[in-house]
């Protein structure tokens, strides 16, 4: 095991994506996660997409590779004990079942602190356990997309509004709620507490990850809106097509800095001068007609000619990019973007890399996610010292897996 996580162990009572992402990332990190499953299984299992031959679905794997996994009924008796026996042993809970039916199966935090006190127990919602809504189902799509407020902003210009990425509200939440876990044990090990209770929203995440639009509205009452690529105030910040269809980002947010260098390299030295455009406030003035001005210029040549020149002339720019171009990306692959992650069979898959490298104490994923039930047997026997005699009558009583 690598990480700086490494002796820290985990159990994961969470399904779909917010809660496993959790516990992908503190695997990554080295924890030792086991995830608890009903015998039905996360039903992520069974969301598969148009051209997955693997046996588990690629969004699956993502978020639970290097787990442990166990099949159990909680609901029953015996069930609810091997889960309170896992829990005694372990550093952190996490869920992101609604705790209106964590406190029905008994593993609210209250339940769970009885049995260890120096429990890390981290909990995530859509909107928050003190609210009218602590106890509504949604998904990202509906609490960190759709009710706050960031699909109104990024609507198409016609209102229609745009949907969003798969779970791109649920890993942002994973991966801020793994930080506070982070914290937590930091603040365990100092003696600042012995053990606490977590929690985090996908709408809280949301307002941060809006924390701009957010704050400016709060401090001054300004509505925020889309913009139009032809209204943006600054022309010298906005995307722009180049002649083979390709689109290039312009960077030059402190554009008076740029500006004559700018007008220089692209050809249009005369603009340097043009009372429209020769400062930042006359260009925003102006900031339609020179949009359509440089849409003109800037499609005469293809991206690659254009690069070219920036580069040779300190003119920050990006590229817009398709999935495709991200992966061949030298930049985003020489970064640690990807990442081989065991298969379980002697080789290795590529998958999307958890976000944060550590110098001395770096991590390798520990193994491909399980399938469903794969540890339970080992986990009993050889963890929490169930006989084969017992094992096998709580299969046969159809309490696990």
Known sequence: MTGPLQGVRVVEL?????GPAIGGILSDWGADVIKIEPLMGDPLRGLSYIGEQQSLPSGFELDNRGKRGIAVDLKHN???????????????????????????????????????KRLIYAHV????????????????????????GFAALLKQE?????????????????????????????????????????STSLTRTAAYQLGQDMNLAIRTGAKPTMTPRSAQKNPLMNPYKTAEGRWIWLLMLES???????????????????????DSSRRATNCAELTSLLDDVLSKKSLLEWATVFEANDIW?????????????????????????PDGAGGTVQMVASPIDFSETNWAPQGPAPQLGAH???ILSDELGYGWETIVALKDQGIIL
């Open 14 to 18: 969470a399904v779909w994506f917010a």
């Open 78 to 116: 015996s069930g609810r004990d091997i889960g309170y026996e896992l829990v005694r042993s372990a550093d952190v809970f996490f869920s992101n079942i609604r705790y209106a039916g964590l406190s029905r199966l008994g593993f609210d935090y209250e339940s769970l602190r009885a049995i260890n």
């Open 256 to 278: 008076d800095r740029f500006w004559t260098r700018f007008v220089n390299v692209i050809g249009q030295s005369e603009w340097g001068e043009d009372l429209r455009f020769v």
């Open 317 to 341: 720019w990006a590229p817009l990019q398709e999935i495709e171009d991200v992966l061949m990306d030298e930049s985003f692959v020489g970064s640690g973007g990807l990442i081989d992650v």
């Open 376 to 378: 339970t047997e080992l």
């Open 158 to 198: 016609d209102g229609t509004p745009t949907t969003p990425r798969g779970a791109m509200g649920d890993h942002a939440t994973g991966a801020n709620m793994a930080g506070g876990i982070a914290a937590a044990l930091y603040a365990r090990e100092r003696g600042l507490a012995e053990g606490q209770f977590l």
């Open 125 to 148: 919602s859509g909107f928050g356990l003190d609210t009218p809504d602590a106890d509504r189902p949604t998904f990202d799509v509906g609490a960190f997309w759709a009710r706050s």
